[in-house]
C-alpha cells in the first residue's frame, strides 16, 4: 500500500482538518516523507489504518498534543514552543521539528 492510497478522495484514512488548503498540503507533503523514509513510521502507519482499520485524524488546535490510542493529533502551524539541539543550540519549534 502507498501513502497515496490513505488520501484518495472519498476515501481519506488521513483526515487533516481546520487548516489553510496551503497548510494541509504542507502537512500531508511531511506526513507522506515520513511514511516513505521511515519503516518504523510506516509501519504503524499500516498498523493503524490497514490492520486496525481507523483514520488518523490531524486537528488544527492552539499547541501540539496527541490522544494516545486513538489516531488523533492537535497541531497548530505556528505554535511557540521552543526546544535545544543535539548541538545545545536553542530554537523556536514550527511544523518542522514536529512533523519531519
Same mark, same amino acid.
Given at each position: 500500500?502507498?501513502? $497515496?492510497?490513505?488520501?484518495?478522495?472519498?476515501?481519506?484514512?488521513?483526515?487533516?482538518?481546520?487548516?489553510?488548503?496551503? $497548510?494541509?498540503?504542507?502537512?500531508?507533503?511531511?506526513?507522506?516523507?515520513?511514511?516513505?523514509?521511515?519503516?518504523?513510521?510506516?509501519?504503524?502507519? $499500516?498498523?493503524?489504518?490497514?490492520?486496525?482499520?481507523?483514520?488518523?485524524?490531524?486537528?488544527?488546535?492552539?499547541?501540539?498534543?496527541?490522544?494516545?490510542?486513538?489516531?488523533?493529533?492537535?497541531?497548530?502551524?505556528?505554535?511557540?514552543?521552543?526546544?535545544?539541539?543535539?548541538?545545545?543550540?536553542?530554537?523556536?519549534?514550527?511544523?518542522?521539528?514536529?512533523?519531519?
Amino acid at each position: 500500500m502507498s501513502f $497515496d492510497d490513505f488520501i484518495k478522495p472519498g476515501q481519506e484514512m488521513i483526515v487533516i482538518e481546520g487548516f489553510l488548503q496551503n $497548510d494541509k498540503k504542507e502537512i500531508t507533503e511531511r506526513l507522506k516523507k515520513i511514511y516513505e523514509d521511515s519503516p518504523i513510521a510506516r509501519e504503524m502507519f $499500516d498498523d493503524w489504518i490497514r490492520v486496525k482499520n481507523k483514520k488518523i485524524l490531524v486537528n488544527y488546535s492552539g499547541s501540539f498534543q496527541a490522544v494516545p490510542g486513538e489516531g488523533i493529533v492537535f497541531a497548530n502551524v505556528t505554535p511557540k514552543g521552543y526546544y535545544i539541539d543535539n548541538n545545545g543550540t536553542a530554537g523556536v519549534c514550527n511544523l518542522n521539528c514536529v512533523i519531519r
